[in-house]
């Protein structure tokens, strides 16, 4: 077996990626095996190079869940890891500045197959975490199983720009969690109940260019970030979620006036969506995917339990867009429609989409989002115009 990975390695010219998910809980002499050992290289802040590796760690990026994600690499020779098979395990500590007692840390591991001693090129480590707005020191030490270290400390400084005002907050100034692993709760509305909107939101769930079938990781992230914040708003009430795929002409979550999105289910089913294969009967009926949007649509913009109907998806233009019979079969919208698409080279994909089409026709009005600010002013628009039949909290005069 060891030949070919030798191979690979060499054919992939010099470098292999591997990424692990993290893992939570350890304590210092607690339940969560944090052996003291790490804990005094943690403490002691000295650089260890027994195992040569780089570090880096970019600058934090604000996510469109208005978390601020973090991530680093580490940069290992394949020769300084040869042998018949290795553990490389990570342990760090993020501490907030001010703040000692609210050190959180976490522990990754990778496996390391057999390398030969004459292997050539590198592998590449890879890790993240999210963190609230403020100023961290990270501390982060890895181990093979002899006992070979290599450690780096950084500081982290996690700021909202000022020129974007007042935006929500993901996480509480000061929180470190592992990526993925928050799940936002309703923010207080400091107001009567009676003054929140119920909305209707249309999710679709397609990858932004023509040629791929499938979703990216960075445009399923967008999309449920921008979900989540929706439904954290104070000013919304309950939600209404159909998550469809219009490539797929397919309804695959539906959730009616709740007011805490089950999310964790949400996301099964797009995992369970298979994006790469289409039905032959869909690649033989003419203009499906906008007749099927019409089929879907066509009813949501009749209810009278909703405040406003919002589309959020990734934008990818038609070949085939909306015929005129097709928008007349539409019908008129009794409630305001608004469609936020996440394009993240807008300069690249200009045009409308099918959803697009609709929400014209329906004299909504369609917000292009590429970054986290553009969703802040977005959004701000859309409760303004909301707003102007009734008071938020705050509103009041």
């Avoid at 052996?35 to 943690?42: C, K, N």
Wanted: net charge negative.
């Amino acid at each position: 077996m060891r030949a070919p990975i030798v191979l690979f390695v060499a054919l992939i010219a010099t470098r292999v990626v591997w990424a692990q998910t993290l893992m939570g809980g350890l304590t210092p002499g607690g339940t969560g095996h944090l052996f003291p050992s790490d804990a005094a290289a943690l403490e002691l802040r000295e650089l260890q190079s027994s195992l040569p590796c780089v570090v880096r760690s970019p600058e934090p990026e604000l996510g469109f869940d208005f978390i601020f994600h973090v991530r680093y690499t580490a940069d290992v020779r394949l020769r300084d890891l040869a042998g018949d098979g290795n553990l490389l395990t990570a342990v760090f500590r993020i501490t907030p500045d001010g703040a000692p007692e609210r050190a959180v840390y976490f522990q990754q591991k990778w496996s390391v197959p057999p390398i030969t001693e004459d292997a050539g090129g590198d592998v590449l480590l890879e890790g993240a975490f999210s963190v609230g707005e403020g100023d961290y020191s990270v501390d982060w030490i890895m181990r093979e199983q002899q006992e070979r270290l290599c450690s780096a400390h950084w500081k982290i400084s996690a700021r909202i720009p000022t020129k974007a005002g007042k935006t929500p907050a993901g996480l509480p100034p000061g929180s470190v969690t592992t990526t993925g692993d928050w799940n936002p709760e309703p923010l207080p509305s400091g107001g009567a109940a009676a003054q929140q909107l119920d909305v209707t939101v249309l999710l679709n769930i397609g990858p932004t260019a023509l040629s791929r079938w499938t979703i990216t990781a960075e445009e399923r992230l967008a999309l449920l970030s921008i979900l989540r914040s929706i439904v954290r708003d104070p000013r919304i009430g309950h939600v209404s979620i159909t998550a469809f795929s219009l490539d797929r002409q397919q309804v695959i979550f539906e959730q009616e006036n709740i007011r805490q999105t089950h999310f964790a289910d949400l996301e099964r089913s797009i995992d369970s969506l298979s994006l790469g294969t289409i039905d032959v009967n869909q690649l033989s009926a003419k203009d499906g995917e906008a007749r099927f949007l019409v089929r879907l649509a066509a009813g949501h913009t009749q209810r009278r339990d909703s405040a406003a109907l919002i589309f959020v998806g990734a934008r990818k233009p038609e070949e085939a867009g909306m015929t005129r019979d097709l928008l007349r079969e539409l019908g008129e919208a009794s409630v305001p429609v608004f469609y936020l698409t996440y394009s993240p080279a807008l300069e690249l994909n200009p045009w409308r989409d099918l959803i697009g089409s609709a929400v014209k026709h329906w004299r909504g009005r369609e917000f292009s989002i590429s970054k986290p600010l553009d969703l802040v002013s977005a959004w701000s628009k859309i409760m303004t115009q909301l707003g102007s039949a009734r008071p938020f909290p705050g509103q009041e005069k």
